[in-house]
């Protein structure tokens, strides 16, 4: 066998990831409203990057910016319910209308969305409580330190020795607030919440005590014979104290969070003008760019 060199010339055809096509592959997925948030971010990290602001520009029929899209929704929301800008303007001049402006004002608060936040419910329940005032102070503390699922994750003691507190008073104000609406709430986990709940709910059934305090990895496995091995008790009685926990609340605060209303913004609007489909592009949410001058 013969070996040798040689040059030979050859044409490949080959992907080479480029910086730009790389950019285009990560923004072509996104909608517009996570396009304009990237774009932002970009004005934000990127000093060589302007956002333009034009004093006029040429808009698409029926696209909104966000301003005109808060009020064409006040306006839409006037529009839909019973009351009228006739009545939202003796809101505030008042008296003139007499019993029927009044009916329809109470209508206009009973169809307002606002609802108290979970540490204003949790304070007044707490301030309409036998506990002094300094108790009730050290209480606005703990509700204040609550996070989104209710809990309170820093240790007491910890918590004493940085605010200086006696830890009695804190433990006794935190007992209290375990016993507020909704139950449960300043507790360190779920395994804590769930047990507090069952002890409130459920004073004399020590089996659902010892099963949340002893045995809840099992019951998360759902390995209920290891359970009924372990606390001698018949897989019937596992199951049946499993649907009892059912009933708990794992996380409290998720009862009173608010829901925030998802708008949905389209990328691309198509409308059907004499028999023929217009398609717009929805840009109006993307900021417009420029490079700085000085740069």
């Known amino acids: 066998m013969n070996l040798s060199q040689s040059l030979v010339q050859k044409q490949t055809q080959k992907l080479v990831m480029t910086q730009d096509l790389r950019q285009s592959i990560e923004l072509l997925p996104l909608s517009t409203l996570e396009l304009g948030d990237r774009i932002s971010s970009e004005l934000v990290e990127n000093p060589m990057l302007e956002e333009e602001y034009p004093s006029e520009r040429n808009r698409t029929p029926d696209l909104y910016s966000r301003d005109d899209l808060r009020r064409k929704e006040k306006n839409d929301f006037l529009k839909n319910s019973d009351v009228t800008w006739q009545d939202n303007f003796s809101l505030d001049r008042g008296g003139s209308s007499g019993s029927d402006a009044s009916d329809r004002n109470q209508k206009y608060i009973e169809s307002s969305p606002e609802k108290s936040s979970l540490s204003e419910h949790l304070l007044w329940q707490l301030r309409l409580s036998s506990l002094k005032p300094e108790e009730i102070s050290i209480g ?14 820093i240790e007491i003691p910890v918590l004493c020795a940085e605010m200086k507190l006696n830890e009695k008073k804190v433990r006794k104000v935190l007992e209290q607030i375990h016993r507020l609406d909704p139950i449960g709430i300043g507790a360190k986990d779920v395994e804590e ?77 198509v409308r059907e003008v004499e028999g023929e489909f217009d398609i717009y592009i929805n840009d109006e949410w993307i900021p417009r760019l420029k490079i700085n001058k000085e740069y």
Do not use: W
């Not at 703990?142 to 996070?147: A, P, V």
């Open 140 to 153: 606005e503390i703990l509700i204040s330190m609550l996070d989104d699922h209710g809990f309170i994750t």
């Open 193 to 269: 919440t769930l047990l507090i709940q069952a002890k409130i709910l459920k004073p004399e059934d020590k089996k659902l005590h010892t099963l949340i305090r002893d045995h809840i990895k099992d019951l998360e496995k759902l390995d209920y014979k290891t359970i009924s091995k372990k606390m001698e008790i018949p897989l019937e009685a596992v199951e049946s104290l499993a649907s009892e926990i059912k009933k708990l609340e794992p996380y409290p605060a998720t009862l009173y969070t608010a829901n925030k209303p998802d708008y949905v913004i389209p990328d691309v609007i």
